[in-house]
Antibody
Framework: QVQLQQWGAGLLKSSETLSLTCAVY????????WSWIRQPPGKGLEWIGE???????NYNPSLKSRVTISVDTSKNQFSLKLSSVTAADTAVYYC??????????????WGQGILVTVSS | SSELTQDPAVSVALGQTVRITCQGD??????PSWYQQRPGQAPVLVLYGRNKRPSGIPDRFSGSSSGSTASLTITGAQAEDEADYYCNSRDNSGNHYVFGAGTQVTVL
């Protein structure tokens, strides 16, 4: 059974850097893309970006200047850093496993989510 | 605004059929995936590809696509189907991914 377990700081101040890590238990690590998604309180889902086992990344253009996603294949973990946060970055952050295909991509396993609150 | 458009909310009587739509130009080339999210929970994949359901998802969930519109249909809606539903696919550039704004389904 595949499980994604995520952790990181839940309370930040404006201008600080958000840092979250997601550990993958079970299944192959190298066969998938590993994604971050966020959801502001009461709002919809927003795709942040993804990385594969070799470190190839793909970011949401609206966040690209502030986002870094990295991978540690020795630990089957991947991480998210979002710099210069503001209150608009307050959200539940999810990690997820992405399965890319020629005609689609789907996220079939998700972490439990972490609420990150940015205060001024 | 999202490049994938969903109706904000729909309602369905218990046991009846409801269709949730997702519109976007990228859907002419790519299949969407669909996610169910109950309050306070992480999203769950319910459909992907050309009408494929993950293990454990009831067969009352089905999908279809025509042109720039994809649909998720719940046939015989149950009380536990009350949730928010999101579509996801590539953006219009084809290089990134985007979610629709979500549809809140109420089972009456």
């Amino acid at each position: 059974q595949v499980q994604l377990q995520q952790w990181g700081a839940g309370l930040l101040k404006s201008s600080e850097t958000l840092s979250l890590t997601c550990a993958v238990y079970g299944g192959s690590f190298s066969d998938y893309y590993w994604s971050w998604i966020r959801q502001p309180p009461g709002k919809g889902l927003e795709w942040i970006g993804e990385i594969n086992h070799s470190g190839s990344t793909n970011y949401n253009p609206s966040l690209k200047s502030r986002v870094t996603i990295s991978v540690d294949t020795s630990k089957n973990q991947f991480s998210l850093k979002l710099s210069s946060v503001t209150a608009a970055d307050t959200a539940v952050y999810y990690c997820a496993r992405g399965v890319p295909t020629v005609t689609s991509m789907y996220l079939n396993y998700w972490g439990q989510g972490i609420l990150v609150t940015v205060s001024s | 605004s999202s490049e994938l458009t969903q109706d904000p909310a729909v309602s369905v009587a218990l046991g009846q059929t409801v269709r949730i739509t997702c519109q976007g130009d990228s859907l002419r080339s790519y299949y969407p995936s669909w996610y169910q999210q109950r309050p306070g929970q992480a999203p769950v994949l319910v459909l992907y590809g050309r009408n494929k359901r993950p293990s454990g998802i009831p067969d009352r969930f089905s999908g279809s696509s025509s042109g720039s519109t994809a649909s998720l249909t719940i046939t015989g809606a149950q009380a536990e189907d009350e949730a928010d539903y999101y579509c996801n696919s590539r953006d219009n550039s084809g290089n990134h991914y985007v979610f629709g704004a979500g549809t809140q389904v109420t089972v009456l």
